[in-house]
């Protein structure tokens, strides 16, 4: 089953069990399996991409937030898709303006059976514990500040509008995010790493590569928080060209080094701008 193109009919085991309290309310979770101790200091901010902000990117937020990172996620789709009853029926929302809640509802009302054994009202039930609901990458004002979204799970850190790294899950999705930032024209003149790590658009592979996006984020981090003990905070705050060129460069080594533990999760790297 591919969740977030929804290309074709459920057919998919149900994703790893969430805790009771995801299916509860859309309010943001508390502590819950998977949460790590906040160890403080700097921070690289994220933002994580997949076709419709569902599966993929959800699951990688889900994870960062939970080792207190700051992060941000998004789709490149037109609009969002989710498997529906058969392959010529998906369920079909608009990015920004339903949310997770609300397609919870929708589905468990239109066929409880089916959307619990193929793992979407799982899927959702996670999703409306992080934000709330799918956002679309093109239409995301970099730089401007994201207050509306102060209770979104990893939001802390991300209020000004910019990442440090975004994490693609595909590569088309990684090809957007590309075209999409050349066309922006580098506005702010800020260097951001876009990695996409290629993951099956399934609830199982999502699992894994939300785990493989967090060991590279670890790393990346790592990196960053030697970079700017040696330059100064100041400098290396200022997010320029300059203040993190000793950071960039190393950028592509961390990843050769991850792709040799992840090796079943191919990944491709380019310097972009903001």
């Given at each position: 089953?591919?969740?977030?193109?929804a290309?074709?009919?459920?057919?998919?085991?149900?994703?790893?069990?969430?805790?009771?309290?995801?299916?509860?309310?859309?309010?943001?979770?508390?502590?819950?399996n998977?949460?790590?101790?906040?160890?403080?200091?700097?921070k690289?901010?994220?933002?994580?991409?997949?076709?419709?902000?569902?599966?993929?990117?959800?699951?990688?937020?889900?994870?960062?937030?939970?080792?207190?990172?700051?992060?941000?996620?998004?789709?490149?789709?037109?609009?969002?898709?989710?498997?529906?009853?058969?392959?010529?029926?998906?369920?079909?929302?608009?990015?920004?303006?339903?949310s997770?809640?609300?397609m919870?509802?929708?589905?468990?009302?239109?066929?409880?059976?089916?959307?619990?054994?193929?793992?979407?009202?799982?899927?959702?039930?996670?999703?409306?514990?992080?934000?709330?609901?799918?956002?679309?990458?093109?239409?995301?004002?970099?730089?401007?500040?994201?207050?509306?979204?102060?209770?979104?799970?990893?939001?802390?850190?991300?209020e000004?509008?910019?990442?440090?790294?975004?994490?693609?899950?595909?590569?088309?999705?990684?090809?957007?995010?590309?075209?999409?930032?050349?066309?922006?024209?580098?506005?702010?003149?800020?260097?951001?790493?876009?990695?996409?790590?290629?993951?099956?658009?399934?609830?199982?592979?999502?699992?894994?590569?939300?785990?493989?996006?967090?060991?590279?984020?670890?790393?990346?981090?790592?990196?960053?928080?030697?970079?700017?003990?040696?330059?100064?905070?100041?400098?290396f705050?200022?997010?320029?060209?300059?203040?993190?060129?000793?950071?960039?460069?190393?950028?592509?080594?961390?990843?050769?080094?991850?792709?040799?533990?992840?090796?079943?999760?191919?990944?491709?790297?380019?310097?972009?701008?903001?």
């Amino acid at each position: 089953m591919e969740v977030d193109g929804a290309t074709e009919a459920p057919a998919a085991p149900p994703a790893p069990a969430i805790p009771s309290t995801a299916l509860a309310s859309a309010a943001p979770a508390p502590a819950t399996n998977g949460e790590r101790e906040d160890a403080g200091g700097f921070k690289l901010k994220f933002c994580t991409v997949c076709a419709s902000n569902q599966n993929r990117s959800m699951e990688a937020h889900l994870r960062l937030s939970q080792a207190h990172y700051p992060v941000i996620s998004f789709g490149t789709g037109s609009l969002v898709r989710l498997p529906g009853p058969s392959i010529t029926q998906p369920n079909v929302y608009q990015f920004n303006k339903v949310s997770y809640d609300a397609m919870y509802k929708e589905l468990h009302d239109k066929d409880t059976r089916l959307y619990t054994a193929n793992g979407l009202l799982n899927m959702l039930g996670r999703n409306r514990q992080v934000k709330w609901g799918p956002e679309r990458w093109q239409d995301w004002q970099i730089g401007i500040p994201r207050n509306e979204h102060a209770s979104d799970r990893g939001s802390q850190g991300t209020e000004g509008g910019v990442v440090d790294v975004v994490f693609t899950c595909e590569e088309r999705c990684w090809d957007a995010v590309i075209d999409d930032l050349l066309n922006r024209g580098s506005p702010l003149n800020r260097p951001v790493h876009v990695i996409n790590v290629d993951i099956k658009d399934n609830h199982e592979e999502a699992s894994i590569g939300g785990r493989g996006i967090l060991d590279l984020a670890d790393s990346l981090n790592t990196a960053a928080k030697e970079e700017r003990e040696a330059i100064g905070p100041a400098a290396f705050d200022m997010a320029s060209a300059a203040s993190r060129a000793s950071f960039d460069e190393r950028v592509p080594e961390i990843v050769g080094e991850w792709q040799e533990r992840w090796p079943n999760l191919p990944a491709t790297w380019t310097l972009a701008w903001f």
